[in-house]
């Protein structure tokens, strides 16, 4: 089978097409013909130094989500699942290739309805975006801060908060991200790329009570400095390269609640079936700007890097 191949950490360059074994599904597992593979932050980062939740050493067959169709079966696990449209984790790596083999248990069938496509760009994100929500408890008429909103987490995020009756502000980098979302019915949106942008923030609202923080860093620190009394912080990414420097004691004095969320398995599973239900529902839209072909994951890590993309970035195969 087509795969790209993760043979040392560097650049997106170190990304390269070969050929690989084909999977077989042994005892308990489900062989997947892969239509979509989902590419996140956090994987261009294990490419570059090896960092993040991801284990293993190159060389390796990179990729943590995809989508297809069931087309094989191992023992003990019921031959009526072939034919099945899924969505997948592969624990961490493999998922850059036409085939995947898993445990039978880690699939997600796709609601009737709901395009495979946006059922894997919802796979991480949308799960993610569903336990924030969650997490933070949200109520109607709260001010909530989005970072990052044209990304994948971000522009669901904002859907989510709307949904709960929450006013949202958007903030996202450049101006092409910043029209994107505007387009996409949000009404108050500003540029993190200017000075200025918290001035903004504050004229429009007078401040927020709860930051969806996905980026980190001085960003991080500068949406902290615009919480309410009794405001909730909820860090869940570092795509500035590092968690934002939060003293707790301030935070403590300031009456705001410093929340990086997290979920055991069954719940994770939970708020991804909870993802791709809205969506089935018509009540969730996820996000996706650009689709590279398998062969050119490369460029695609390349993209994601440079900060030029906007919601999520899929891997197709045809």
């Known amino acids: ?14 990304l390269v097409p ?23 932050f956090v994987e261009t980062m294990f490419r570059s130094t090896g960092f993040g939740p991801f284990t293993g050493s190159p060389p390796l067959i990179p990729g943590n989500g995809v989508g297809g169709v069931i087309t094989e079966v191992g023992a003990g696990v019921d031959p009526a ?17 036409e085939r995947v083999a ?8 796709v609601p009737t309805g709901l395009p495979l496509d946006q059922a894997v760009a919802l796979l991480a994100d949308g799960r993610t975006a569903v336990m924030l929500v969650h997490a933070a408890r ?21 859907q989510l908060a709307e949904a709960a009756g929450a006013r949202v502000v958007a903030a996202a980098g450049g101006a092409r991200k910043v ?47 615009l919480l309410a009394p009794g405001g909730r912080m909820l860090s869940f990414g570092l795509a500035s390269g590092a968690w934002a420097d939060l003293p707790t004691g301030l935070a403590a004095e300031r009456e705001v609640a410093l929340l990086r969320p997290s979920a055991a ?19 969730l839209r996820p996000l996706i700007g650009q689709r590279f072909p398998l062969d050119r994951a490369a460029d695609a890590h390349a993209a994601i890097e440079s900060r030029a993309t906007v919601g999520k970035t899929l891997l197709d195969l045809p």
Not at 267 to 283: P, Q
């Open 81 to 97: 699942l072939v034919g099945r449209r899924v969505v997948s984790g592969t624990g961490g790596s493999g998922g850059y290739a």
């Open 102 to 109: 898993v445990d039978r248990d880690a699939p997600y069938e």
């Open 265 to 283: 398995p069954a719940e994770l599973r939970a708020f991804t079936e909870r993802a791709l239900a809205e969506a089935a529902a018509g009540r």
């Open 179 to 225: 029209a994107l979302l505007r387009d996409r019915g949000l009404d108050t949106v500003v540029d993190y790329r200017q000075p200025d942008w918290p001035d903004r923030v504050r004229a429009a609202t007078g401040g927020v009570d709860v930051v969806f923080d996905g980026v980190g860093g001085q960003l991080a620190r500068d949406a902290f400095d």
């Open 138 to 158: 949200l109520r109607r008429g709260e001010r909530v801060l989005v970072e990052a909103a044209a990304g994948g987490v971000g522009s669901l995020l904002t």
């Open 18 to 40: 070969g050929p690989a074994p084909d999977p077989v599904p042994g005892p308990g597992q489900v062989l997947i013909e892969v239509a979509h593979a989902n590419i996140t």
């Open 1 to 14: 089978m087509r795969a790209v191949w993760l043979r040392e950490f560097g650049g997106p360059e170190v």
